[in-house]
């Protein structure tokens, strides 16, 4: 039976009182809740993706809830777009809010409780060129992971065979050629042919990274941010983009040590009362982002000569004297990290300035 005109009049009126909305994000369907300002339940439905664009277009701008998961920058641009206040949160931070046992609707109004908190943390709404960049970072990884996999694979077999090729990636790249064509004492023509298809998938992935390298590289040179994160030791242009396509310019962090903490290398902090107990580094955050700058920091480690010139060289060897070379790594890792975001959220190269003792110091 169609609804009556009373129907749709009470309808508009809840609508038109709704300050804060709770979206519980799908594929194909979204539930919805509504608040008034005092926080009270006056909506609760359950959209297609169709009709709650058409629902969203004709409702007076108010803040808006959503995990921030697939699909949430999208959504979150288009409610930008018009007028609504989009915010979004990581999942961990909106669970303490559900109350009772778990459904779609009540994971609605946890995310409408959570908005509102005034010390939630919210995650910035990417723009359509940071996910491209995100998703081009994301393909590269995995064709690595299947690189690496097809690399041990083959190691693997050789072994198996009583062949020990030396550790390194361009030991097997540069030995392999010769053990397929003169170890068949050992080696089956069976197993040659295998070993052969693997080194062709070797090459082929070596080729579309590569390219994705210099799709990346390429970017990255046009980019003034990631220009600027460049000018940091040991940050190239993977790292740059990869961090400019995680957290833009950095204005979702107060500090450079937020920035790190989000990254996981920091401490674990177990403390309570006067006691400060601090453990391993806790691994949150974004685990790629992590790796890059771990690798980053191997790089300007192996690198003694450059140290004097980056103005890291009496830290870091103050810092050997009492870390563990691994140790030491993930701390200069914190540390380009916090400059990488000084320099990116601040809009100025890295530079180093001389103190009163004359010793470099990074700016």
């Avoid at 007028?83 to 009772?100: C, E, I, N, T």
């Avoid at 943390?121 to 960049?133: C, E, H, N, P, W």
């Avoid at 080729?207 to 220009?227: F, M, N, V, W």
């Avoid at 403390?271 to 700058?293: A, E, P, V």
């Amino acid at each position: 039976m169609p609804n009556s005109p009373s129907d749709k009049s009470s309808t508009k009126l809840a609508d038109s009182k709704i300050a804060v909305i709770g979206i519980d994000l799908g594929k194909n369907t979204f539930h919805v809740i509504g608040l008034d300002k005092r926080g009270k339940i006056i909506f609760k439905r359950k959209f297609t993706r169709t009709a709650l664009d058409t629902w969203f277009a004709n409702l007076p701008p108010c803040l808006v809830g959503m995990e921030a998961c697939v699909g949430a920058h999208h959504l979150g641009r288009r409610l930008k777009a018009i007028g609504h206040d989009p915010r979004l949160m990581p999942a961990k931070y909106v669970r303490p809010y559900s109350k009772g046992q778990k459904n779609d609707f009540r994971d609605a109004e946890a995310i409408a409780e959570a908005v509102q908190r005034p010390t939630m943390r919210f995650v910035a709404i990417k723009t359509v060129d940071q996910l491209d960049l995100q998703a081009l970072h994301r393909i590269r990884d995995r064709l690595v992971s299947q690189r690496t996999g097809v690399i041990n694979q083959i190691r693997a077999f050789l072994l198996e065979r009583g062949i020990a090729v030396r550790q390194g990636l361009r030991f097997l790249h540069a030995e392999l050629p010769e053990i397929l064509s003169t170890r068949e004492d050992v080696l089956s023509p069976h197993m040659i042919r295998l070993i052969q298809d693997l080194a062709g998938d070797w090459r082929r992935l070596d080729a579309r990274i590569d390219a994705l390298s210099s799709e990346i590289a390429g970017i990255a040179k046009q980019d003034p941010h990631c220009q600027r994160a460049m000018s940091v030791p040991g940050i190239g242009p993977i790292i740059s983009s990869a961090m400019i396509a995680a957290v833009g310019t950095g204005e979702g962090f107060a500090k450079g040590r937020d920035f790190a903490a989000w990254l996981g290398i920091v401490p674990k902090q177990l403390s309570t009362g006067d006691r400060t107990i601090l453990g391993s580094i806790s691994k949150r955050g974004n685990k790629y982002l992590r790796k890059l700058f771990v690798q980053a920091a191997w790089v300007v480690l192996v690198k003694p000569q450059s140290w004097e010139r980056y103005g890291l060289k009496s830290w870091i060897e103050a810092a050997r004297k009492r870390l563990h070379h691994n140790v030491l790594a993930i701390a200069l890792a914190n540390k380009l990290a916090r400059i990488t975001w000084a320099v990116v959220a601040k809009g100025r190269g890295f530079e180093v300035t001389r103190t009163n003792d004359a010793s470099p110091q990074p700016a």
